[in-house]
Structures are given as C-alpha cells and as structure tokens.
C-alpha cells in the first residue's frame, strides 16, 4: 500500500474510532464528527417557534433587531440539555390595502432559507390601527407544519404594535387561541410601543393561550451589541460552509444549491454580528441540521452512513466527478480535517466573545427587564412542561 493510500486509511479508522463510542446505559452514543458534541440515537425533542410580525411601517426598528436577533434566539433555544431539534416559521403581516395581507414561511430546520426571506421583510404600509392580526394569528395556527411529536415544545410570538381588526368577517382570536391549545400550541405577545388600545387584546391573547405578555419600547428592546470577535467568526463561518459538499438525485442536489443560495445571500447581506451568532449556531450541536442540511457528503462518508466507492457517477459532487477514487477520499477527508479545525477555531472564539458579552451585560445592570431575559424565562417554563431543561441563559 502506497503512503498516501495508508494515510486515508489510518485517516478513515482514526475517524471511526471517534465517530463511534462504545454503549453507554441504554443508548448508543457517538460523537457527530463536524459539531464534536454528543448525540444520541433515539429521537431528540422538538422545538417549533413561530414569529408572527408586524411588518407596517411603524415597525421598522423592530424588524431590524430580529434580523439581528434571530440566531442568538436559535441558540439560546438549542441550549436544552437534551438538544431539541429547531425549526422556525414566519408571518409577516399588515392590513386590508396594504402590498399583502400576510406572507407565510413554514417551519423549517433550514434556518438559513427562514432568514434568507426575513432579510427581505422591510416595513412600509399601515399607518393606522388596527391591522389584520386575526389573519395573521390563524395563519400561524393553521398554515403551518407543527410538529406531531408528543415531545415538543411548540409556541408563537406574536410582535406588534396595534390591536386586531375586529369588524372584519373572519375568525377571531377567542377562537383561533382555542384551536391552538388544543394542538398544544403556547401564545406569547409581544406589545412594541405603547398604543394603548392594543395592550387588551395582547393581554388577553397571551393569557387565553397559556403564554406570557411582554411590552417593550417600539424597537423591541432586545440587547443587540458587537464584539471585538465577530468578523472573525463570520470569515471562519464562511469558510465552514465552503467544506459541505452534496450527492443524491438531481432533484436532492437541486434542492441543496436552494440552501447554499441562501447562506450566500446572508453572507453577503447580513452583518458581521449576525453572521458570527450565525457562525456560533452552527458550530453547535443544536445547528447541526442547519450546517448540513440533506445529503451531505464529508458527514455522511465519516459517519459510515455512505460508502464513497459505492456511490454511482451521477449522485456524486460535480467536484469530485473528474477525480479518481483515491484522490475522491483523500479530497473527502481533508475537508473533514478542515471542518473539524474550523469549528475548532469558532468554538474557541465564541467562548472569548462570550465572556466580552458577559462583561458588557454586567456593565450594564444584568439586564433583567431586556427582550432576551424575558424570553428565556418564558421558555424556560413552559418548555420545562415538554420536558426541555434550561439553564445558560440567554444567548446574546
């Protein structure tokens, strides 16, 4: 056997042997080779969050905070100790006479898609009260993919500024909360700005739907600093992403280059900061999916789930098409080295941009009344009700 043979073979047993751990209690353990956490086998629990926003022209600074905000949300929600599978889902909404009534995005763990149409979500329209919140709110209850999974934790925000439309003929949110209780879905509102006309009805809401109200200053309220680390992150995150390859069907590649059209839309649109909570997601075991998407090559050849040599022509990466088979796994395992490094460095990273973060909300009081504290606490306790345990706190 040549050295270079001999290197991917010692290369493929060396990743074996840490793909997979022996039996631990009843369930197989193994350590997933691109995050370097822990996963079990059996099933993990399901968390399915839906933002049902306000997109008229008053909401402006509210939109922008959850473009900014949305990754830090994911990964405090990932944060469980079971690592719950994440899925997120958007309604956009406005009035009667506006561009659009309500735009609706399904739940989906593509985090990336999800936020590749949140960064097209502008304010314009409105400019009076009520909006078209019943619709909005129907549409979240009944338009969407919920999870059937007894072990899920499944809840809506509902973000905005002024109360529903009572006179028109639809069904009304007396109605439409009941629906969602009864598929187990939890109901907070978030109340921006303080027209007083709509704190009833967003009271009512939240406590028809076993949720919790929050009313917070017109641009949400949400702590939102940079640190000194997230252009590096953001850069090593870029760099993350350029070692997926795809294989399968023509239609499986087809939909896979939809997800990198995404990632390269936010790569070049969103801001350093949000793209290094993007970068601090991804590199956990709650952002695997997200990372990875569907039929992804270097995983699935670590973790034995593929054998290359046996993968016909066509379902290869167009990448490796004009290789030979040596050269195919020697290019397979050197991205794997260079992922493993990778998460390696934004690990490191976002333990440093962590405790800069930590500084800054000590610096300023703790916090305890900001967007994010009274999130987690929300989700803290009624996803305890589904069986998740939180305990890090907010992700910034």
Known sequence: MNTKLLGIALFGITLAAIVYYPQ???????????????????????????????TTGSMGGLIQTAKEKIWSIAT??????????????????????????????????????????????????????????????????????WSQQDQAYQVIFLVGDAPPHMDYNEVRYPEIVASALDKGIV??????????????PWTQIASLGDGNFFQVEQAGGAVAYTTPFDEDIAVLSAQLDDTRLYYGTEEEKEKMRG??????????????????????????????????????????VASGTVDLSKLEEDALPAALK?????????????????????QRQIRELSQDRDGYLAKKV???????????????????????????????????
């Not at 369930?27 to 086998?41: F, N, R, S, Y």
């Not at 990632?263 to 075991?285: I, M, P, Q, Y």
């Open 24 to 54: 631990l209690s009843a369930k197989t353990i193994q350590v997933d080779p691109l995050i370097g956490h822990h996963i079990t086998a059996n099933e993990n629990p399901k968390v399915d969050v839906v933002f049902v926003l306000d």
């Open 76 to 145: 405090t929600m990932a944060s469980a100790q079971q690592t719950p599978e994440i899925r997120i889902g958007l309604v956009a909404y406005r009035d009667h006479g506006d561009s659009y009534v309500t735009k609706v995005v399904d739940l989906s763990d593509d985090l990336d898609s999800v936020y590749a149409t949140l960064m097209d979500f502008e304010a314009d329209g409105g400019g009076d009260t009520p909006e078209s919140v019943n619709k909005a709110l129907y549409d979240a209850v009944h338009n969407m993919s």
């Open 187 to 200: 109901i907070n509102t978030i109340q921006c700005g303080d027209i007083a006309s709509a704190i009833d």
């Open 259 to 300: 997800k990198v059209a995404a990632t390269d839309k936010l790569h070049e649109g969103a801001s350093f900061a949000s793209r290094a909570r993007r970068g601090v997601f991804n590199a956990s075991a709650g952002g695997r999916t997200n990372l990875l998407g569907e039929n992804e090559l270097v995983a699935a």
């Open 322 to 342: 004009p290789m030979a088979p040596a050269e195919q796994k020697a290019f397979v395992a050197e991205l794997a080295e260079e992922r493993a490094d990778l």
């Open 362 to 396: 000590d610096e300023a009081g703790g916090l305890a009344d900001s967007l994010d504290q009274k999130l987690y606490d929300a989700v803290k306790e009624q996803a305890g009700e589904a069986g998740l345990e939180y305990e890090d706190g907010p992700a910034y």
